[in-house]
């Protein structure tokens, strides 16, 4: 008996890290063999109703190591955000910031008062949210204030304006579904953004059953009128609470139960025209900092004209953390508005006065996008996108062309960057609970994607025998018979193949 069958037979004994460690200590030792085992499973009959399109290829000798249908056209899901990623550090570069002009109607007076109205002529940062950290929520409009102070200004007269003209984008993606407008992930994109575009309702249960369900917004100012028909029940009762907005109204609907004396039950709710919440919330922060307001929050989104008056005075800027940080932010929790934002924003700055006023930044970002790919030697027909989040079930790319990216994003000048953007097996983002305990952890870098009938990873891993490769795996189609590993298990155990294969390119 050798010492690695012998070394498998005691890992499946112990039970010893599941199947993904049995797969590691069972790697193939040939590359022949690492090739037949790939072919075997893709072809096994338990994926007889799916799609597979698979490329891995060494970054190193650019030698196609496997490859199972790589041009055919797949449901990327947010591995759409890889390309989104790499076309935002090539033609803006990691260093650009998103400046958002802060302007008044007039210049302020000598005694404080700003006369008529008060503009934040937004540009799409995805920044002005504290969700995921200590912060207050008030502090997202530090900045602003901060602005004021300098500018001498202690009062404003008129009203203050949250302006989402510049931004040419609908509220949704293209392609987006109406079931995706309920959810956190398919928040309204938006030139003025707060806090990712939606807001969390915390349900605090009675102490004991039949007693009344208790509502607080952990985010003031957003507008939202709660309709509950909630219940108290037993203590060892799971909580179960449906949330649902209609699309166009600011009504929330609530049905369920939560169980008594638990902790409060958190449900996210997407916010209509978050420009009129960044106004709102902005007027009140303005409030509680001593600078008072006479008139009202308002704000304005494209398609309509701007309200900023010419001759309007700068009283300064707002200014974003730097590209690489925006695309590390989007890119490792797979954040869709936040991708959506940075590609609207980077179409917009090709406008151009030829631009027809009925075009999108999404579009003009599409047009980006294609060049782009000509540039960095991918097919432009292997890429279809509508929009770049990959929210989009209409989106579709080839396993070829995002190994293609990924190799010409080796090659560029913010490799750096875009690497350091990715998810890290068993450390951070959407692989943070993935891939632990093999050898793929801590060293493979990648983008997760995931729909319903579509999962994806795709990225770089170093081999046991020190390969460095690109590889893409895409699975559409699958549907997971009981008892069987998940589509998300099926693409990590290959992964966990790739990293533990010692052997020769």
Known sequence: MTPRLLRVLLLLFLGFGGPLRAAEAAAPATLAELQERLDQRLRSERFRGGLWGVQVVSLASGRVWFEHEPRRLMSPASNSKLFAGALALDVLGPEYCIRTPVLGSAAPKADGTLPGDLFIAGRGDPTWRVRGTSRPFASIFTPVVEVLRRAGVRRIAGDVVADATWFHQPPQGSGWTVDDLNDWYGAELSGVSLEQNYAELSLMPAPVPGGEVSLAWRQPDAGLEVLARLQTVAADAPAQVVVRRLVGESRVHLWGSVPAGGRPELVNVTVPRPAEWYAAALRSALAREGIAVAGR????????????????????????????????????????????????????????????????????????????????????????????????????????????????????PAAKDFEASLPIAGRDGTLRTRLRGTAAEGNVKAKTGTLRWANAVSGYVTTAGGERLAFALLLNRHATEAGAPSARAELDEIVAMLAAYAGPG
């Open 297 to 412: 929050a308002r704000a304005a989104r494209w398609p309509d004209p701007s309200p900023v008056p010419a001759g309007a005075v700068a009283l300064g800027e707002l200014t974003s953390p730097p590209l690489r940080e925006l695309v590390a932010d989007f890119m490792k929790p797979s954040q869709n508005l936040e991708t959506d934002l940075i590609f609207g924003h980077l179409g917009e700055t090709r406008r151009g006065v030829g631009t027809p006023a009925y075009g999108t930044g999404e579009a003009l970002a599409l047009e980006a996008l294609r060049e782009f790919l000509g540039r960095a030697g991918v097919d432009p027909a292997e890429v279809r996108f509508e929009e770049g989040s990959g929210l989009s079930r209409n989106n579709l790319l080839t396993a070829r062309a995002t190994v293609g990216l990924l190799a010409a994003m080796a090659r560029h």
